[in-house]
């Protein structure tokens, strides 16, 4: 790795951001795409984070903040450039935008089967709450 860019994902990203979630990312969310992608964009223009590496898309991570909750969604990096502290640098990235924000505590989205993730998160200094469970409504 030798030129790692963290970046914020703009309207033209879209397409690229899509391919590399179908690859790099475990399971699908009901927002995956164009749509969804460009909500996400123009509500909040900084909470897509992109890993760029010599000019190839390598990571994303969503940090969204609702004035109220810190959220880290889609951390996910390209199984070409895993092991190189790409999830690290863009959980940083997220966890500056969350303290300039005035955010106080981050809630990450995992899933149970990714194992691999599991570490990932731990490592991060971030640890599971049990006595939670995620409730959803499709609209």
């Known amino acids: 790795m030798t030129d790692l860019e963290i970046r914020h994902a703009t309207l ?5 951001v899509l391919r590399f979630w179908r690859e790099a990312a475990e399971g699908t969310s009901i927002t995956d ?3 969804g992608v460009a909500g ?9 984070l992109l890993a760029v590496c010599d ?4 990571g994303t991570v969503i940090a969204g903040y609702d004035g109220w ?5 889609r951390l996910a990096v390209h199984p070409e450039f895993r092991r190189q502290g790409i999830a690290r640098e863009l959980m940083d990235a ?4 969350f ?4 955010g106080r505590r981050v809630d990450a989205m995992v ?26 409504k499709s609209l």
């Open 69 to 73: 909750r810190c959220s880290a969604y």
């Open 12 to 16: 033209s990203d879209i397409d690229a």
């Open 40 to 48: 996400l964009i123009d509500r909040d223009p900084e909470a897509l």
């Open 94 to 97: 997220a966890e500056r935008r």
């Open 33 to 35: 795409d164009r749509d």
């Open 111 to 136: 899933l149970e089967v990714n194992t691999q993730a599991h570490h990932t998160w731990t490592v991060g200094g971030y640890h599971r709450e049990d006595h939670w469970r995620r409730w959803v």
């Open 99 to 102: 303290l300039a924000l005035g």
């Open 55 to 58: 000019g190839r898309l390598a």
